[in-house]
């Protein structure tokens, strides 16, 4: 079961997912332009969607390792330019390469604890995770076709 969930999380956020591209095919060819573009005020970039998924990744990975702790909301800014926007993809891709070795390594009595008592188990935690993934990529999804049409309404190359 743990390979499983392991290779599943490993394909939504990489290249390929069964129902969707993979978080990363999602995000290749995204410039830094593209990743801080917003559609309207209020709305989240890009960018802010793969700080976001980075937030809640980690606290996943924490969970896993037994020191996850409770946190809250987070939608941060991009920062840094190009080598900003650069860095902040590959450190999801090496954060959930992280995910799925350790969830890899899991026996099944290991997925179905329940850590301290906590209300989920860690096998439900990891489908969280891999679901929060898929409905970000599907905003990735949304937020570059809507760029796209903006840019060519505006008479902008791609």
Request: proline fraction near 3%; glycine fraction near 10%.
């Amino acid at each position: 079961m743990a390979r499983a969930l392991a290779t599943f999380t490993q394909d939504t956020a990489g290249r390929t997912n069964w129902g969707h591209p993979g978080l990363a095919k999602m995000l290749s060819g995204v410039d830094v332009h593209a990743a801080t573009w917003k559609p309207f005020p209020g709305a989240h970039a890009i960018w802010e969607e793969v700080n976001h998924i980075a937030h809640w990744s980690r606290y996943v990975l924490r969970r896993l390792e037994g020191r996850g702790t409770p946190t809250r909301q987070a939608w941060p800014a991009g920062r840094g330019g190009d080598a900003g926007w650069r860095r902040a993809v590959a450190d999801l891709a090496r954060l959930h390469a992280a995910i799925a070795r350790r969830v890899a390594s899991l026996d099944d009595a290991a997925l179905e604890a329940r850590n301290g008592g906590r209300r989920y188990t860690m096998a439900q935690v990891i489908l969280g995770c891999v679901a929060h993934i898929s409905y970000h990529v599907g905003q990735i999804a949304l937020l570059k076709k809507w760029y796209r049409h903006e840019r060519r309404a505006a008479g902008k190359t791609l």
